[in-house]
Every structure is written in C-alpha cells, then in structure tokens.
C-alpha cells in the first residue's frame, strides 16, 4: 500500500515557476516508476514526465521539454517536479502517479499506474 500527497500547486504568472512535491509513505521501492500527469478542464489525463527510482531514467512531453525537471529525494521519500518558464496552457490539476509492475513501454500511459495522489491545482496567467 502506498499513498502519495501532492502540494506546491499556486497562481503564477507566465514565464515564472513553481516546484511541486510529491511526499510517499507505505510500501515504495526503488524499482517503482513516479510520474506526473496533468489534466485541465474538460480534457483527458495526459502524461507530464516520468522517473524511474532505481536508475535515474526520465522521461518528458515534447510539451514541457527544455522547461521542467523531475527528480527524486530518497531520503526524504519525495518527488518533485521543477517547473520553469510556466505558460497559460500549462494550467491544470497535476497529479502524482507511481507503479510497480510497469512494463517499460508502459511508462507513459496513465492506466499503468496503480498509485495516485489526490492533486494540486497550478494556474498559470497571461
């Protein structure tokens, strides 16, 4: 069992940022894929970035590439999600996601995660 709380969600203006966290207690392991995803009003989930804890690997949407970082803590047990040069369509509710039993092609697909946290609202304005 793990649980997974999101926080660092605000109001920005664009071109600023914000760091989201993401802390985890229960059960975690260093085999565990983290990610992040996003979902803005009246739209689907969509994949933000992806971190894989025993190796480091990453992964990002062309959307956010050049301008978001995901990394880990593990002595504090928390993800987090650097986000900088925010724009107005980066508005939408993150939501933290990890998952064990995730093949590797799989990394990217909201429906392989098992573990969600409950979300933090990040509204970016023109």
């Known amino acids: 069992q793990v649980q997974l709380v999101e926080s660092g969600g605000g109001v920005v203006q664009a071109g600023g940022s914000l760091r989201l966290s993401c802390a985890a207690s229960?059960?975690?392991?260093?085999?565990?894929?983290m990610g992040w995803f996003r979902q803005a009003p009246g739209k689907e989930r969509e994949f933000v970035a992806v971190i894989r804890l025993n190796g480091g690997n990453t992964d990002y949407a062309d959307s956010v590439k050049g301008r978001f970082t995901i990394s880990g803590d593990n002595a504090k047990n928390t993800m987090y999600l650097q986000m900088n040069s925010l724009k107005p369509e980066d508005t939408a509710v993150y939501y933290c996601?990890?998952?064990?039993?995730?093949?590797?092609?799989?990394?990217?697909?909201?429906?392989?995660?098992?573990?969600w946290g409950q979300g933090t609202q990040v509204t970016v304005s023109s």
């Open positions: 229960g059960r975690t392991s260093s085999r565990f894929y």
């Open positions: 996601a990890a998952g064990q039993t995730i093949i590797h092609g799989q990394r990217l697909n909201a429906e392989a995660y098992g573990y």
